[in-house]
T-cell receptor, first 109, second 116 residues
Framework: AQRVTQPEKLLSVFKGAPVELKCNYSYSGSPELFWYVQYSRQRLQLLLRHISRESIKGFTADLNKGETSFHLKKPFAQEEDSAMYYCALSVPSGSRLTFGEGTQLTVNP | DGGITQSPKYLFRKEGQNVTLSCEQNLNHDAMYWYRQDPGQGLRLIYYSQIVNDFQKGDIAEGYSVSREKKESFPLTVTSAQKNPTAFYLC???????????????FGPGTRLTVL
């Protein structure tokens, strides 16, 4: 069975500093990876997916199959990035997602 | 306002009682999901449905039941058999294209259930 691990429950950085939220997964095949974000008092929403290879709100994530990781990175954190971030995995041709435990990011002024 | 709605926002239940959480969507999505969100445990899948009149157990289905009689509705019943029902429950929906890369899930605002 697949599994997603986010080793940091809490992460705190200062505004303008780089930030990296870690995500590791276990799956024997080729997974589809996503990052979801939940801002305060807002719904959980998709931030980005690895297949699109896009940058959203300055965030990027690269799938590293050798290290089975999908870390989320941003070179210069902003206060509005403070939120709960979830890494999620889907198997090919499947619709269900397996979520990690989540990382609460706080960007201090 | 379109999208996914969940009701009620807060729900209180006495031990031994069943309670049903509502989830409705007007996005014409085929697939719907129920998650439980607990601090430090992330989101855990309870049940999901990819088509009307069909649903599958997720990772923590024990003590829960669902129905999918209509495409737009996927109610979740928390039964008295659920040992620790106090939690935040999230409903989601997606287009079930079979292409998992593009199956973005859209989430409702959630229902917070407290067992007294």
């Amino acid at each position: 069975a697949q599994r997603v691990t986010q080793p940091e429950k809490l992460l705190s950085v200062f505004k303008g500093a780089p930030v990296e939220l870690k995500c590791n997964y276990s799956y024997s095949g080729s997974p589809e990876l996503f990052w979801y974000v939940q801002y305060s008092r807002q719904r959980l929403q998709l931030l980005l997916r690895h297949i699109s290879r896009e940058s959203i709100k300055g965030f990027t994530a690269d799938l590293n199959k050798g290290e089975t990781s999908f870390h989320l990175k941003k070179p210069f954190a902003q206060e509005e990035d403070s939120a709960m971030y979830y890494c999620a995995l889907s198997v090919p041709s499947g619709s269900r997602l397996t979520f990690g435990e989540g990382t609460q990011l706080t960007v201090n002024p | 306002d379109g999208g996914i709605t969940q009701s009620p926002k807060y729900l209180f239940r006495k031990e031994g009682q069943n309670v049903t959480l509502s989830c409705e969507q007007n996005l014409n999505h085929d697939a719907m999901y129920w998650y439980r969100q607990d601090p430090g445990q992330g989101l855990r899948l309870i049940y999901y449905s990819q088509i009307v009149n069909d649903f599958q157990k997720g990772d923590i289905a024990e003590g829960y039941s669902v129905s999918r009689e209509k495409k737009e509705s996927f109610p979740l019943t928390v039964t008295s058999a659920q040992k620790n029902p106090t939690a935040f429950y999230l409903c989601a929906s997606s287009i079930a294209t079979g292409l998992s890369s593009y199956n973005e899930q859209f989430f409702g605002p959630g229902t917070r259930l407290t067992v007294l």
